[in-house]
């Protein structure tokens, strides 16, 4: 009796394993049928076998769609029958997606971020002029920002023109200008006003509600 064990090492691979092997050995045998419209007939069935097991991807868009794709993937791509939709192929499912573009990082300064870079970009892609002027001036202020929420005491404007100096691989030098930037006081003090104006808990109504109700006359 031992002898009749099978274990899972010796059996066939799974293709897609969530489906089981029972559904696996139905699909070998509607490859194994010879005649067409039984083939057909009994792909469907499997078909609702599959979404009966994924009841809750019933709404998803394209959901039979899908069903139809994986049935031709744990065939191996060998069931031949009548599909509502494209047949994938195995070239299809080996092909590799686009390389997603990575965001560009300056460790050096990272404490900029990268939406000062893309603002940067858009600055030196702009005509001389003063919109352009406008616009690095307010680039300048916004990297004076971010550097004293990372280094909350002072900075001197020359650093923040020679950081833009770098940034922009020497595209916009201001460092030369007689520019002045917005007050590090008053860059500081229009965050913390920032800060108090957020709404607070209302913690001190809730103990007064709690002191009324203690104070009630109990019956």
Known sequence: MIENIQYNTERNKLIIPEYGRHLQKMVDHAI???????????????????????PHLRDVADFKHKLWDQLFIISDFKLDVDSPFDKPTREELAEKPERLPYPQNFPK???????????????LRWEEGDLKQALIVTIAN???????????????????????YELSDGGIDITTHDLELTDSSKLMSAKSR???????????????????NTNRKKY
């Open 109 to 123: 300064y990272r404490f900029y971020g990268n939406n000062i870079k893309r603002m940067i970009d858009v600055a």
């Open 194 to 212: 920032q800060n108090t104006n957020k709404p607070h808990s209302n913690k001190s109504y809730s103990h007064r509600s709690s002191n009324k």
């Open 32 to 54: 194994a049928i010879e005649d067409e419209a039984e083939r057909n007939k009994v792909a469907k069935a499997i078909i609702d076998v599959m979404g009966n097991l994924n």
């Open 142 to 164: 916004h990297m004076k920002k971010c550097f004293l929420n990372w280094n909350k005491d002072t900075v001197d404007d020359a650093v923040i023109f020679r950081h833009l």
